[in-house]
């Protein structure tokens, strides 16, 4: 019991991360240390995939802040490691929870490591609005890829694993990891932002691919 607690509390200082002049986190000190640490208490979990009802619907909003949660967060960086990963939304595991945690570079390389609770994006304005048409894949339709705008910079706001609020902002193919999980926990895949044209051949690759990680069958 006093071993568990403690952990919890090495957990908890974990998620107090420093933030910069302007009110975002620096989610980029000690990024591998504690990507480390999270996956060293976590067990890997099987990746829910498309056609899940969890994966279709907006999650509950995080309201408790506790050992559980951190078990969970724990969970979805092991999961994200075990999948080979740079973003996991609870729902991919089956948990219905606005939370995802993300362990992603952007294009300068600089690695980027966070979990935010209740993720909101900012709505940009129209000069900061400059889309990037790349290819974007997701853990839950695995093997398939497909041309998916967005923006290029994207800001969050949400709470961390103790329910404090942050502020966390990327640019490049870490915006692109911000946007995508933060459509997981409202329901949407990047699928359903494509043409129907294109999701059907994105779900034929998935068809007749094979994932290389866990998981979980659709009833």
Known sequence: MAQQDTEHEQAQDEGVLPVDDEGFVIDTEDAGEREEARCARGTARPITVVGNPVLHKECRDVTVFDEELDRLIDDMFASQRAAEGVGLAANQIGVDLKVFVYDCGDDEGVRHVGAVCNPVLRELPADQRRLDDSNEGCLSVPTAYAETPRTDYAEVTGQDARGNPVRIRGNG???????????????????????????????????????????????
């Open 173 to 219: 193919y870490f915006a692109r990891c911000l946007q995508h999980e933060t459509d997981h926990l409202y329901g949407y895949l990047y699928i359903d932002r494509l043409s129907k044209r294109d999701r059907k051949d994105a779900l034929r690759q998935m068809a007749e691919g094979t994932a290389r990680y866990a998981t979980v069958p659709n009833a």
